[in-house]
């Protein structure tokens, strides 16, 4: 798994052998938390046509509906992946700023 994307802080953009994985630093009242999903065939296009700014409204979209709420309807409830490649995200991340990508 590796990182081909970036807003620091924000979200990170990873790549691994079934397509791409968007994790997103959400954040809810007073608890911030990573939120994970593995992006779906119109959303990687859209990507592609748009960049950053496609996954920023996405981003912004996952935290604004609040996922991880008690009784959310968020439509990327279902979606979170992130307890499956919490581990694989870190070492990426730590891989990528060690290689002094951020500063």
């Known amino acids: ?5 970036t807003v620091p802080q924000f979200w990170y953009l990873l790549e691994d ?12 009242s007073f608890v911030s938390y990573d939120f994970t999903m593995r992006l779906k065939p119109e959303e990687v296009a859209a ?7 496609y996954l920023n409204g996405l981003a912004e979209a996952v935290n604004y ?12 409830k279902e979606r979170n992946i992130d307890a499956q490649y919490s581990a694989a995200i870190s070492e990426a991340v730590q891989h990528w700023k060690q290689a002094d990508h951020e500063h």
Do not use: H, Q
């Open 1 to 5: 798994m590796k990182i081909t994307d």
């Open 65 to 76: 509906s609040c996922p991880i709420a008690r009784g959310s309807t968020s439509p990327y």
């Open 17 to 28: 052998d079934e397509g791409l994985v968007l994790t997103i630093n959400c954040e809810n």
């Open 47 to 53: 990507y592609r046509r748009e960049g950053k700014a």
